[in-house]
């Protein structure tokens, strides 16, 4: 079993749908991290968070320490939003540990 | 740029030569990581790094070696290059209570 497990792995939205992205990890983070890749693309960092919630335009990312999990909300959602969200926790010896992504198509 | 810079960017290389990958970064932060993209695995870490010549194994270690001479440079090397290693290789740094920078991608095939 993966350290930080995702869900859905594939997500199709239509434009202006709320969209969730879950997160669930097994081991003791620091911080978890949600990151976003575009098609042939590098990797950005959206948010890093140890607790509560954090907002930047239509993106909110929330999680849960006691429960072991995260969601990345997307509010609005627009076909520039397509891209491949990651989840990572900072853990034991300061590893970064990823989850395999999931896929968003955001259509017209 | 987030202060990190791969090199090269691409690369062909034949079955059982070494390679090695650069990872240089502008932050002066403290940890820094190799990663391998593989369809259908995500992001797996090779190996990493938290401070000058402080180095471990990730979960796909072996075949590749590392080396951390200076703060700012982080270097993958394979030994002998094989098919399977034919990947995209993500380099990352951050800082103690930092947010992870990765850089662009490093795009390596084994022939």
């Known amino acids: 079993k993966n350290e930080v497990e995702q869900s859905p792995q594939n997500l199709t939205a239509q434009e202006g749908e709320f969209i969730t992205i879950n997160c669930s990890y097994s081991v003791g983070i620091s911080a978890l991290h949600w990151l976003q890749q575009h098609p042939g693309g590098g990797i950005v960092s959206l948010f890093m968070l140890s607790s509560g919630k954090k907002k930047h335009g239509r993106l909110i990312a929330t999680i849960n320490i006691q429960e072991k999990h995260s969601s990345l909300h997307i509010t609005a959602s627009h076909p520039r939003d397509s891209a491949v969200y990651i989840c990572a926790v900072t853990g034991t010896a300061s590893k970064l540990t990823f989850g395999t992504g999931t896929r968003l198509q955001v259509t017209l | 740029d987030a202060g990190i810079t791969q090199s090269p960017r691409h690369k062909v290389t034949e079955t059982g030569t070494p390679v090695t990958l650069r990872c240089h970064q502008t932050?002066?932060?403290?940890?820094m990581y190799w990663y391998r993209q593989d369809p259908g695995h995500g992001l797996r870490l090779i190996h990493y790094?938290?401070?000058?010549?402080?180095?471990d194994k990730g979960e796909v270690s072996d075949g590749y070696s590392v080396s951390r001479s200076k703060t700012e440079d982080f270097l993958l090397t394979l030994e002998s290059a094989t098919s399977s290693q034919t990947s995209v290789y993500f380099c990352?740094?951050?800082?103690?209570?930092?947010?992870?920078?990765f850089g662009q991608g490093t795009r390596l095939t084994v022939v």
């Open positions: 932050e002066n932060h403290r940890y």
């Open positions: 990352a740094h951050r800082d103690s209570g930092t947010e992870a920078f």
């Open positions: 790094s938290y401070g000058v010549k402080d180095t």
